[in-house]
């Protein structure tokens, strides 16, 4: 097995934390994506979209989507519960973490923090300021009253929606807003073998 | 089982299909969206995001997200091939359609055909070509040499990729230019029940 990873991308890293925190090591592929080395063939030839993570099994089975790759590898573990309705309430946070979250929340950490591009992109700073918003109300929604997403425990939809919120203040999203959701991310920061992002 | 629909809006429509082709009768509860009925309280006590669609069932369950709905119902059925490889394979067609797809190819229709501000957002709109374009050059990549986006026949994946797609010339994406793509649609639109959506 072997992670193309583009280093401080929290979409790969989530794939990261989930393996350490499995003891699973795995082989990296370092990819730089500021010299676009997401562009370049060996990614291409595995994802055509020239996105990461791509995962590469020992087979030669390559994986793409970060979410679909967190489920592939977290099968048969207390991270994925069974098929039904405790898995439909896990996908529910999936999905939601790739439309209504990292559109908004990661891009204004990239754009602010990354590129230091703010004044240029105002207004698609103002979409991500009030759509990140309503993102976290979301999960203080659930968060103010419960330890994990859902109700089975901590699972890859607590990881996944940790990538980027633990560093949304890199975005402008202040968590002191949002209770339930600073103490998730504490809660999950505790656990073995969770890996936190670099800050800028 | 109900469910609350936006109308003409395709996610809630993928879910429409789906209970179609299976000859489930599900009543609706119309939800006026120019009106603004995605944020009345009868949807906000379902799904806090207020968006469309909700599913409820008979024991009162409320189920949101459009594609964990559609794997939801169509668990144990021929649509949703069993956890392990089959299934991750569907699962990297939904994420991508929520991330590189609805973004760019609902967001251009919605733009052009409906709101009809084309000139005010001629920068996002630039954006939703570009990337809109690239959403279905990955699809024609997979479709321009198999009938199905996943080994295991039609399935929940297509179905969600189909419900923008049918319609995507609205938002200025002629599917000329995609002939696995185009081919792809109308064996998608001849299956039994399919819903094809009304066109502006």
């Known amino acids: 097995m072997k992670l193309y990873d583009g280093g401080r991308a929290p979409s790969p890293r989530r794939v990261r934390i989930f393996l350490a925190e499995k003891g699973i090591e795995v082989p990296l592929v370092p990819i730089d994506m500021a010299a676009m080395g997401h562009k370049s063939q060996a990614v291409t030839d595995?994802?055509?979209?020239?996105?990461?993570?791509?995962?590469?099994?020992?087979?030669?089975?390559?994986?793409?989507?970060?979410?679909a790759i967190l489920?592939?590898?977290?099968?048969?573990?207390?991270?994925?519960?069974?098929?039904?309705?405790?898995?439909?309430?896990?996908?529910?946070?999936?999905?939601?973490?790739?439309?209504?979250?990292?559109?908004?929340?990661?891009?204004?950490?990239?754009?602010?923090?990354?590129?230091?591009?703010?004044?240029?992109n105002a207004e698609r700073l103002a979409r991500c300021d009030e759509n990140g918003g309503r993102a976290l109300d979301a999960m203080e929604h659930r968060l103010g009253a419960h330890d994990w997403l859902t109700d089975a425990g901590p699972t890859v939809a607590d990881l996944a929606l940790f990538a980027y919120t633990h560093v949304a203040d890199e975005?402008?999203?202040?968590?002191?807003?949002?209770?339930?959701?600073?103490?998730?991310?504490?809660?999950?920061?505790?656990?073995p073998g969770i890996v936190t992002l670099p800050r800028r």
């Open 71 to 120: 489920a592939h590898v977290a099968e048969e573990t207390p991270w994925l519960p069974p098929p039904g309705l405790p898995r439909t309430r896990l996908m529910e946070w999936l999905f939601f973490e790739q439309y209504s979250h990292e559109p908004y929340i990661a891009v204004a950490r990239n754009i602010r923090a990354y590129q230091g591009t703010a004044a240029q």
């Open 171 to 191: 975005g402008g999203f202040d968590l002191a807003r949002w209770p339930g959701v600073s103490a998730w991310v504490k809660r999950l920061a505790a656990l």
């Open 46 to 67: 595995r994802n055509p979209l020239q996105r990461l993570p791509v995962l590469e099994l020992d087979d030669g089975t390559v994986l793409v989507e970060s979410n």
